[in-house]
């Protein structure tokens, strides 16, 4: 069974910063991908980033490529999403999920654990 706990989101203005963070309890932590996806009100949930078990394989979604940074400290059992430029559409919870799979995936269906998520509000 694996944990996770999502921390940092908040209230920022757009154009602002803001960096996600998502402990693990797994002991083989550094075995599984992980992932951030994010839902919207009224929207279903969508992906955002992953990356594989080694940090090497990354994937984003287009709308937060080139503002979204997804990186991870297997030592800390942590993954990040640093987001720049943050968009009133960006507002949403934000998930970190892992996978029982060293391979980074986007679809959310591949995943095996949840968090409960972080709200991201980002005001115009």
């Known amino acids: 069974q694996v944990q996770l706990v999502e921390s940092g989101g908040g209230l920022v203005q757009a154009g602002d910063p803001l960096t996600l963070s998502c402990a693990a309890s797994?002991?083989?932590?550094?075995?599984?991908?992980m992932g951030w996806f994010r839902q919207a009100p009224g929207k279903e949930r969508e992906f955002v980033a992953t990356i594989s078990w080694n940090g090497i394989t990354i994937f984003y979604a287009d709308s937060v490529k080139g503002r979204f940074t997804i990186s991870r400290d297997n030592a800390k059992k942590t993954v990040y999403l640093q987001m720049n430029s943050l968009k009133p559409e960006d507002t949403a919870v934000y998930y970190c999920a892992a996978r029982s799979s060293p391979y980074a995936s986007s679809g959310s269906s591949e995943y095996d654990y949840w968090g409960q998520g972080t709200q991201v509000t980002v005001s115009s």
């Open positions: 797994a002991r083989a932590f550094s075995t599984y991908a």
